[in-house]
């Protein structure tokens, strides 16, 4: 999985690409706190459109970065998530529980 974090203006974004699992999650937190230790950074993204894969411990580092983001008073956005990722999202409801954005 390749990680790449941006910031423009208020807005942080973690650009994601390739198997979103366990291997990455230390990788994955240290680009999130990044953002959400910012006190710039009022919005964080995840451009998912490139994750091809996601496993339940992937879904567990975002049920994290939720409340990291909520404990920082930051919102959040699962952004461009592929067809086989937004139904693993409808199956464990986190359609329910993200803010899922389609922007291109």
């Known amino acids: 999985m390749t990680i790449n974090v941006n910031i423009h203006d208020k807005v942080g974004r ?3 690409s390739g198997r979103f699992d ?3 999650h230390r990788e994955f937190k240290d680009a999130y706190t990044k953002l959400t230790d910012n006190v710039a950074v009022n919005e964080i ?3 998912m459109s490139k994750v091809d894969y996601l496993d339940s411990s992937a879904l567990g580092m975002l ?3 939720n409340q ?3 404990t920082a008073s930051k919102a959040l956005a699962l952004l ?3 067809a086989a990722v937004t139904q693993i999202f409808e ?3 986190f359609d329910k529980i993200f803010n899922i954005k389609r922007t291109n």
Request: hydrophobic residues 50%.
């Open 63 to 65: 049920m994290l970065l």
């Open 22 to 24: 366990f291997q990455v």
């Open 14 to 16: 973690i650009e994601m």
């Open 45 to 47: 993204e995840l451009e």
């Open 91 to 93: 199956v464990a409801n």
């Open 80 to 82: 461009n998530t592929s």
């Open 68 to 70: 990291r983001c909520k």
